[in-house]
């Protein structure tokens, strides 16, 4: 999967390019998250932090944040 940082750094992408492809790693992220927490799967598998990791670049480029919570998990 790749990493928040990485699509940050990437100068070839502008910023709409940018938030569209970390809002697709947010939904792929939560989608791990949300397999492993019906799996029984160990939660403290870093998922978490790649979530935080993700909202934490699209708070950077001022993107409008998706609903978070349980519910959206």
Known sequence: MREAKDILSDNSLDRP?????????LSEARGLQRAATEGGMDNEDGFTRNLRDIELALEQLNADMPETGAATL
């Open 17 to 25: 390019a940018k938030i569209e492809k970390l809002r697709d790693l």
